[in-house]
C-alpha cells in the first residue's frame, strides 16, 4: 500500500488547513499521526475504510476531523482552530486491523502497516 499526504503549509494560529492522504488501494483503516521537533510521534486519528468508525485523540476532539472518501481513495483530516502546538510533521498509514490498536490503546500503540511520507504544518504568526 502507498499512501501519500499532502496539504501541509503554514498557517496563522486560529486558522485552518486540510490534509489529504492517497491511498494507492482501498481496504485499510486510515489513521492520522503527527511529530514536533524534539517529541515522539503521536496518535491523531482513525477512520474504519468505511468510514462507519472514527477515533480521535483526546488532544484534538473538537478541533480536528477526519473524512474520506472511497471514490477517490482519499482520506481527509481537516484541521480547525490551530494552535503554535499543533506545528508537526503529520503522516498517515494504512491498518488491517481497522484502528483497532488505536482506538484500544488510545494511541500508545499504533498497530498500522503502513506509512506515507509526511506534510509540515507550521502555525505562527
Known amino acids: 500500500v502507498q499512501l501519500q499526504a499532502s496539504g501541509g503549509g503554514l498557517v496563522q494560529p486560529g486558522g485552518s488547513l486540510r490534509l489529504s492522504c492517497a491511498a494507492s488501494t482501498l481496504g485499510y483503516g486510515i489513521g492520522w499521526f503527527r511529530q514536533a521537533p524534539g517529541k515522539q510521534r503521536a496518535w491523531v486519528a482513525c477512520?474504519?475504510?468505511?468510514?462507519?468508525?472514527?477515533y480521535y485523540a483526546d488532544s484534538v476532539k473538537g478541533r480536528f476531523s477526519i473524512s474520506r472518501d472511497n471514490a477517490k481513495n482519499t482520506v481527509y483530516l481537516q484541521l480547525n482552530s490551530l494552535k503554535p502546538e499543533d506545528t508537526a510533521v503529520y503522516y498517515c498509514?494504512?491498518?488491517?486491523?481497522?484502528?483497532?490498536?488505536?482506538?484500544?490503546?488510545?494511541?500508545?500503540?499504533?498497530?498500522?502497516?503502513?506509512w506515507g511520507k509526511g506534510t509540515q504544518v507550521t502555525v505562527s504568526s
Open positions: 477512520a474504519t475504510s468505511d468510514g462507519g468508525r472514527i
Open positions: 498509514a494504512a491498518d488491517r486491523q481497522q484502528c483497532r490498536t488505536v482506538s484500544l490503546t488510545q494511541g500508545r500503540h499504533d498497530g498500522m502497516d503502513y
